[in-house]
């Protein structure tokens, strides 16, 4: 199997190969065959009388040693992957509440609220009185209402509950999978899954949909508070791919998830550029992204995005980063053995996420810019380290425009229809120039040929108009091959989608049409697309699951795509996984998620490893629901 499709990665996998330095593409190999027990879900070491696994073709053990069938099992499996991705976006939107309610408090003068409209707007959602009530009031007041849907309460998680269409949250009362806390959905999940709890795989599966649920709060909450403290993202000019990198310059990758240090970093980069020069750097300090912290800084500081998600070593292996900082979440370990290696400094910020073999520097609000000087100062010092070794920085980049969040697709609409933008949107669905609208999201994963089936389903779908939107690793796929430009519009998109980004980009100012896929922003940004389905949703009067919206995954990788897939599925999204999950050891919970959801949520998920065929089925999805309308 080719390893990836990006030139700019085949340039430093030859390198790695010729060196005899192995990568994560070597060490999944070594893995191999894998245990065909685990790959089907049918594996449990919930308890101390396992590991125990199950035939799933009847020749062996047909219940484990407690009695659990392959279909408990797979059910308790799956659950607790979600509650594992929603615990990751929980702590994400947590960590940023927690810095939110710092500032209102006088504790943390480095976060100053940006966006003042979206914390006014924000707070009116929630219920809370605005009138007379100072920034940092208000701040506080959310901040206190986002870090009270963590706990057990009487009522439902507020996030979840008002970022749905009303028929939706009726559906969710009506199943019982509305959460009452983020970490009770959680603990409930983890107590439920534990040694002789819950045995109904219909229950379990239930019991993660609403931890899912809890999910969507927890993105949704990232997505807000983020908007709030750093600013909301509007359109931005970048470049992506390896040879953002510079020869010259002290390059420091920010790699992770959550915004907090990375923004502050960005923030002071124009005030220690000059450091960076007088030790040697001509072309000062150049600041790349990795993975979502690096779509968080590239939306709102336009900073270049050098790799993402499976090809995050081979930034380390051009020999240019002269630092890598990280706070959490899909972060390889192998980078320490990497660092250790180069001269590169591997810098760790938080407490849950050390590595062996990086330098920690703990991070804390109360002193952002403080470890944000250390943290650039040591990659200083780390470049003039660099000496003499050779450089492998490949010539590919492409121009990448990002930064589509919900407030900045619905400010271009309103550029062509000022009192009712929405009903610009709806209207061309309705003539059939865009057929239907496919969220992209997820992550690459070893298995998959890196990028190929995110590049060949949009240009599938694009040919056949269909709106595409991104964001997180999947976004990084469009980017690196030039698909987040207008060029990439004017190659790929038929003809009626051409026609409504022509228009758009055309009012925008940008003298061509808006890119082939816009770029929503990290992981916890899918909520940004979900709010734009909630709209027209209630702009036409009808639930989710009637829109022509579908979904797709065609790299997952990790628990949080589960848990994201989850809830998409339970807005009644159909939504395509392109990687198999660990839950073909079951028949029934198969046919539960594939089929017999749909009676429940209307959403369900296509599972379909060939991109052509996927895009073939999304689209059937789509013209199903455009007939269900009327259309």
């Not at 993202?233 to 002290?250: C, E, F, H, I, M």
């Not at 492998?392 to 990448?400: K, R, V």
């Not at 599938?460 to 976004?475: F, H």
């Amino acid at each position: 199997m080719e390893r990836t499709i990006d030139q700019a990665g085949k340039v430093v996998l030859r390198a790695a190969e010729r060196d005899g330095i192995g990568t994560v593409w070597d060490r999944f190999e070594q893995q191999t065959p894998q245990c065909g027990f685990g790959e089907m879900g049918v594996c449990c070491r919930n308890c101390m009388q396992g590991p125990c696994r199950i035939d799933p073709f009847g020749e062996g053990a047909s219940r484990g040693t407690c009695g659990a069938t392959a279909d408990t099992i797979v059910a308790r499996n799956l659950a607790r992957s979600i509650a594992a991705g929603t615990a990751a976006h929980a702590g994400h939107a947590k960590h940023l509440a927690h810095a939110l309610l710092k500032w209102a408090e006088g504790k943390a003068p480095d976060y100053p609220v940006k966006d003042g409209a979206k914390l006014q707007s924000l707070a009116a959602k929630l219920g809370i009185d605005t009138d007379n009530k100072s920034t940092q009031e208000l701040a506080r007041a959310v901040a206190q209402a986002a870090l009270a849907d963590f706990s057990e309460k009487e009522t439902p998680v507020a996030w979840a509950a008002v970022n749905v269409t009303q028929g939706r949250l009726e559906k969710f009362l009506k199943y019982g999978v509305i959460p009452t806390g983020i970490d009770a959905a959680i603990s409930e999940v983890m107590h439920r899954t534990h040694y002789g709890v819950d045995a109904d795989p219909i229950n379990l599966l239930l019991g993660g949909v609403k931890c899912a649920l809890a999910d969507f709060a927890g993105c949704h909450m990232g997505t807000d508070l983020a908007d709030v403290l750093f600013g909301t993202p509007q359109p931005v000019v970048s470049r992506a791919n390896l040879g953002v990198l510079k020869q010259d310059a002290v390059n420091i990758a920010l790699h992770g998830h959550n915004p907090v240090l990375s923004d502050v970093i960005a923030q002071m980069a124009s005030e220690m550029n000059e450091e960076a020069v007088r030790a040697g750097a001509s072309q000062g300090l150049n600041l790349v992204g990795i993975c979502c912290t690096g779509n968080e800084v590239l939306s709102r500081h336009g900073i270049p995005s050098a790799t993402h998600s499976v090809s995050q070593e081979l930034a380390l292996l051009t020999g240019a980063v002269d630092a890598m900082v990280v706070d959490y979440q899909c972060i390889m370990p192998s980078l320490g053995n990497l660092a250790e290696c180069l001269h590169t400094r591997l810098i760790t910020t938080m407490p849950i996420a050390k590595i062996p073999g990086a330098v920690h520097l703990e991070f804390k609000e109360e002193t952002a810019r403080k470890t944000a000087k250390e943290i650039v100062r040591l990659g200083i010092e780390s470049y003039k380290n660099r000496g003499s070794k050779s450089v492998n920085i490949p010539p590919y980049e492409e121009t990448s425009i990002a930064g589509f969040s919900t407030e900045a697709i619905v400010g271009a609409l309103a550029l062509l229809n000022k009192d009712d933008p929405l009903a610009l949107l709806i209207d061309h669905i309705v003539n059939g120039n865009i057929q239907g609208v496919c969220l992209f999201a997820g992550c690459n994963n070893v298995r998959v040929t890196q990028d190929l089936n995110f590049v060949t389903m949009a240009k599938e779908l694009a040919r056949q108009n269909v709106l595409l939107l991104a964001t997180g690793c999947g976004a990084g796929a469009f980017a690196r091959h030039g698909l987040l430009t207008s060029a990439a519009t004017n190659e790929y998109a038929g003809f009626g989608l051409k026609l409504v980004l022509t228009a758009l980009g055309e009012a925008a100012g940008l003298g061509g049409p808006l890119p082939l896929v816009l770029h929503m922003g990290s992981c916890v940004d899918n909520s940004r697309a979900a709010d734009v389905a909630v709209a027209v949703a209630n702009k036409l009067g009808v639930d989710l699951d009637k829109l022509p919206v579908v979904a797709s995954a065609p790299e997952a990788t990790t628990e949080k795509a589960i848990s994201i897939g989850t809830w998409a599925v339970a807005a009644g999204l159909p939504t395509h996984v392109g990687v198999v999950p660990p839950v073909i050891g079951s028949p029934a919970v198969t046919k539960v998620l594939t089929e017999d959801i749909r009676d429940f949520f209307g959403g369900y998920f296509i599972v379909d490893t060939d991109p052509v065929s996927s895009a073939a089925k999304l689209m059937e999805a789509i013209q199903a629901r455009r007939k269900g309308l009327g259309l």
